[in-house]
C-alpha cells in the first residue's frame, strides 16, 4: 500500500519535473490552449469523456451563469489536464465583407463550487479555464455566463489529456454548440439605458398581437358565454419620471379600474397629467377585435422619451391585466434607437381582487397587494405558460433635431467595431419614378413637413418643405452635417448635385395657438448642403 502511494507521488513529481520547462511559455504572453503546452498533434475525439453544459440542450438564456461540467462517462477513465473554451459566432461584416464579425461567447470563469478547486485560469487566455493540477480526475466543472441578448450560437469546447502529450481534440462529445433562446429571449424586456443621448428623434409603430384563445390555452381561457376580449390599450411613451405600474408596487387608481373593470378613463387622465413633461405620447389603441387577432397605433419618442410602458384588462377576469412598463427603445449597445423589439405579455394580477378564476364575483383583496404574476391556473405554471400576446415595436422613421446635431456624434462612448452605432435600417429604397435626369437616381419624396409659421389668429400662413434623396448603389444618401464623416460614404457625382432634393412650397394651415412645442418634425430647409460639402450616408 505504501509503495503503491509511494509510487503514485513519485509519478506526480516526475511529471511535474517534466512539466517545468513548459511553464515559462506561460511568460510569452501567448495563449496556448493545448493542454500542457504540448508539441503532439491530438488525437481523434475519444467518447470516454463528454462536455456538458449543465441543464442546456440546445438553447441558452442570455446572461445566464451555466455550469459546465468535463467528465469520464464511465466515471472510471482518468485525465491530468485539460482546457475549457468558448468560441462565438459571426455574423457577416458590411464594411469589410473578408473580416467577419466574431460576436461574443460570454464568459467561462473557474467554477464557483467549493468542491471543485481543481480549475484554473491564466490572464493572457481570457475565457479559459484551465487545470489546477495534474492528478488524474474523472471529472471537472466551469462557469459560463452566457453572452447578453443577440449573439446567436456559442460552442463551448475542451482539450482533454490523459497523460503528457496525449490528448484528444474537441470535436465530437468534447464540443457543444449552443444558441441563443429566442422564446425566452422575446419574454425579456431590453436592459434599461441610463444613458440615452440619441439625437435624432423617432417614430414607432407599435403592433398588439393577441395570441389567447381556446386552442392555445386551453386550461386558461373563460368558460363563458360572456364576450372574451382584451379592452382598450392605453401607454404612453415617456422618461424615467413617469410610471405606469412597476411589479411588487400598488396599482394605481387608474390601473386599478382598468384591470378591474377594463374602463381605461382614470388611466387615461393620469396619463394626460404628465402629457408634456414626461410623457412624450400618450398610446391609445382600440383592442384588437378577438383575443387572437392584432391592433396597431404608433408614437413619438425622443432622448428624454425613450420608455414605452402600456396596458389593457383581460376581459372577463378578476383584475388580471396585460402590460409592460419601461420597455426600452434606445438601444443601450449602439446608443442609437432600436430598429424592431418584440415581448411576449403574460397576465398580470393587479392585487385588488382575490377572485381565482376569470369567471369569479367580485371578491375586493383587502387590503389590496402589489402588483405580481397572475395566478390562472394550476396545471400550467407561469414559465410554461403560453403568452396572452406579443407587442412588436418597429422604427418606422427617425427625425433630425436641430439642436443637437452635435450629440448624435460624441454619444458612441465604445471604440469596438462591434458597437459603433449603426444607423437605423429602413425599408429597401424606393426611387422616384419621375425623376428628371435618369443617370442621376433619387428616391421618392418623403412627405411633406409640417407647415411652418406662426399662428396667428387660427391660421398659419407659411411654408414646408420636403426632401429625397440621392441614391447611390441602392443607399438613399442622407445630409446628416457630419464633419468627421465615415470615409466609406460614397460621393454624389458632381453632375447629380444639380438634381435638387428639397423642395418648398407656400401652405396654409388651421392651428391653435398654444405655448406647446410644435413636434419636433421640422428640419432647417435653408441648411441644405452647399456644393463641395462632404456627404455622409445614413440609410
Ligand atoms: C446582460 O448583461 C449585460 C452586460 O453585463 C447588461 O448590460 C445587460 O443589461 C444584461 N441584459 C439583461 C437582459 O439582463
Ligand atoms: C368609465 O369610468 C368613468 C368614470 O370614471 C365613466 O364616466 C365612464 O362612463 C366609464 N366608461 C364605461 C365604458 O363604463
Redesign the pocket.
Known amino acids: 500500500m505504501a509503495m503503491f502511494k509511494l509510487k503514485g507521488c513519485l509519478k506526480i513529481l516526475i511529471t511535474t519535473l517534466l512539466l517545468q520547462g513548459s511553464y515559462s511559455q506561460e511568460e510569452m504572453e501567448i495563449c496556448n490552449k493545448k493542454p500542457l503546452q504540448t508539441k503532439t498533434a491530438p488525437l481523434p475525439p475519444d467518447n470516454r469523456f463528454v462536455l456538458e453544459i449543465v441543464g442546456v440542450d440546445n438553447d441558452y438564456i442570455p446572461n445566464t451563469t451555466y455550469t459546465v461540467r468535463l467528465y469520464a462517462k464511465d466515471e472510471q477513465a482518468s485525465f491530468i489536464a485539460f482546457t475549457i473554451s468558448a468560441t462565438g459566432d459571426q455574423k457577416p461584416n458590411e464594411r469589410n465583407p473578408r473580416k467577419p464579425i466574431i460576436l461574443e461567447h460570454g464568459r467561462i470563469l473557474s467554477s464557483i463550487n467549493p468542491d471543485a478547486h481543481d480549475t484554473t485560469t491564466k490572464s493572457v487566455c481570457p475565457d479559459t479555464v484551465f487545470q489546477a493540477n495534474v492528478m488524474p480526475k474523472t471529472s471537472v466543472e466551469a462557469q459560463w455566463i452566457a453572452p447578453p441578448k443577440g449573439n446567436k450560437c456559442v460552442t463551448i469546447y475542451a482539450y482533454v489529456a490523459v497523460k503528457p502529450d496525449v490528448w484528444y481534440s474537441s470535436d465530437g462529445p468534447l464540443s457543444k454548440k449552443v444558441c441563443e433562446d429566442h422564446r425566452k429571449n422575446e419574454d425579456m424586456k431590453p436592459p434599461e439605458n441610463n444613458d440615452c443621448r440619441v439625437c435624432e428623434e423617432a417614430r414607432y409603430e407599435l403592433k398588439f398581437e393577441g395570441s389567447w384563445s381556446y386552442n392555445t390555452h386551453p386550461l386558461m381561457y373563460p368558460k363563458t358565454d360572456k364576450e372574451v376580449k382584451f379592452s382598450d390599450i392605453v401607454g404612453a411613451s415617456h422618461g424615467k419620471n413617469f410610471i405606469l405600474y412597476r411589479d411588487n408596487a400598488d396599482a394605481s387608481e387608474g390601473l386599478q379600474?382598468l384591470a378591474k373593470?377594463g374602463?381605461t378613463?382614470?388611466l387615461e387622465e393620469e396619463i394626460l397629467e404628465m402629457l408634456g413633461d414626461s410623457v412624450r405620447t400618450v398610446i391609445k389603441a382600440t383592442g384588437p377585435p378577438k383575443t387572437w387577432m392584432s391592433t396597431v397605433t404608433s408614437f413619438r419618442t425622443s432622448a428624454q422619451h425613450h420608455f414605452i410602458s402600456l396596458a389593457c384588462a383581460i376581459i372577463p377576469s378578476p383584475d388580471w391585466f396585460l402590460g409592460v412598463y419601461n420597455m426600452e427603445l434606445c438601444d443601450v449597445k449602439t446608443g442609437n434607437w432600436a430598429t424592431n423589439v418584440v415581448l411576449n405579455l403574460y397576465p398580470m394580477d393587479a392585487g385588488i381582487d382575490s377572485g381565482l378564476t376569470f369567471e369569479s364575483s367580485d371578491e375586493a383583496t383587502l387590503p389590496p397587494k402589489p402588483i405580481a404574476k397572475a395566478d390562472i391556473s394550476r396545471e400550467v405554471p407561469y414559465d410554461k405558460m403560453r403568452p396572452f400576446a406579443k407587442l412588436i415595436v418597429t422604427l418606422v422613421r427617425t427625425y433630425a433635431n436641430p439642436n443637437c446635431i452635435q450629440e448624435t456624434f460624441t454619444a458612441p462612448s465604445s471604440t469596438d467595431e462591434e458597437f459603433k452605432p449603426e444607423p437605423p435600417t429602413s425599408p429597401p429604397v424606393v426611387l422616384d419614378p419621375n425623376n428628371e435626369v435618369p443617370d442621376c437616381p433619387v428616391s421618392s419624396w418623403e412627405e411633406w413637413l409640417p407647415c411652418e409659421d406662426e399662428c396667428i389668429d387660427g391660421k398659419i400662413d407659411g411654408y414646408q418643405t420636403r426632401f429625397r434623396y440621392h441614391v447611390i448603389n441602392g443607399v438613399a444618401i442622407k445630409n446628416f452635417e457630419d464633419e468627421n464623416g465615415d470615409a466609406n460614404t460614397p460621393e454624389v457625382p458632381e453632375e447629380c448635385e444639380e438634381v435638387s432634393t428639397s423642395e418648398t412650397r407656400h401652405c396654409e394651415e388651421p392651428c391653435t395657438e398654444q405655448t406647446d412645442e410644435p413636434e419636433a418634425e421640422r428640419r432647417i430647409w435653408s441648411d441644405r448642403l452647399k456644393p463641395g460639402q462632404r456627404w455622409s450616408g445614413r440609410n
Open positions: 379600474m373593470q374602463n378613463t382614470r
